[in-house]
T-cell receptor
Framework: AQSVTQLGSHVSVSEGALVLLRCNYS??????LFWYVQYPNQGLQLLLK??????LVKGINGFEAEFKKSETSFHLTKPSAHMSDAAEYFC????????????FGTGTQLKVEL | DGGITQSPKYLFRKEGQNVTLSCEQN?????MYWYRQDPGQGLRLIYY???????QKGDIAEGYSVSREKKESFPLTVTSAQKNPTAFYLC?????????????FGQGTRLTVV
């Protein structure tokens, strides 16, 4: 069964600093991978997705993620944090050719400080 | 505007009662899903449906029931058999495309047992 692990349930950065949120996946074949963002009491919004077309994926709000098969990782980065980036971020995996059931990580709460 | 509508936003249930959460989408998506979100546990799949009149259990289906009589609607009933129903419930939909399409989420329903 496939799964994702998000290292660090809470991450704190200063405004303007690099954001790095970690996600490692476990799958026998390269899966499809997604990053979602959730603001308090809201649904999830897609930031970006990896579907094997390119290993470096650019998303909304200046976020990007790089798929590294050798490290089984799909870390989310943003060069310069903004206060509005404070939210919870979820990494998710979907099996290739196996339907669209997403398996989510436990989430990382990002705090941005002045 | 296309999207997913969940209602109500807040719901209170007494011990021993069944309650039904509504989920409606106008995205013309075939697949619909129900997830449960608890702090620190990410999202867990309750039920999903790939087509009208068909649905499958997810990872935590005990104490829940669903129906899929119309493409647009996928209501979730939380029965009295669910021993710990207090949680944030998220409905999602997607185009079934071998796992590479993202899921779109509603704004969620927060259920509290009183």
């Amino acid at each position: 069964a496939q799964s994702v692990t998000q290292l660090g349930s809470h991450v704190s950065v200063s405004e303007g600093a690099l954001v790095l949120l970690r996600c490692n996946y476990s799958s026998s074949v390269p899966p499809y991978l997604f990053w979602y963002v959730q603001y308090p009491n809201q649904g999830l919004q897609l930031l970006l997705k990896y579907t094997s077309a390119a290993t470096l994926v650019k998303g909304i709000n200046g976020f990007e993620a790089e798929f590294k098969k050798s490290e089984t990782s799909f870390h989310l980065t943003k060069p310069s944090a903004h206060m509005s980036d404070a939210a919870e971020y979820f990494c998710a995996v979907s099996p290739t050719g196996g339907g669209n059931k997403l398996t989510f990580g436990t989430g990382t709460q990002l705090k941005v400080e002045l | 505007d296309g999207g997913i509508t969940q209602s109500p936003k807040y719901l209170f249930r007494k011990e021993g009662q069944n309650v039904t959460l509504s989920c409606e989408q106008n995205l013309n998506h075939d697949a619909m899903y129900w997830y449960r979100q608890d702090p620190g546990q990410g999202l867990r799949l309750i039920y999903y449906s790939q087509i009208v009149n068909d649905f499958q259990k997810g990872d935590i289906a005990e104490g829940y029931s669903v129906s899929r009589e119309k493409k647009e609607s996928f209501p979730l009933t939380v029965t009295s058999a669910q021993k710990n129903p207090t949680a944030f419930y998220l409905c999602a939909s997607s185009i079934p495309a071998g796992g590479m399409t993202e899921a779109f989420f509603g704004q969620g329903t927060r259920l509290t047992v009183v």
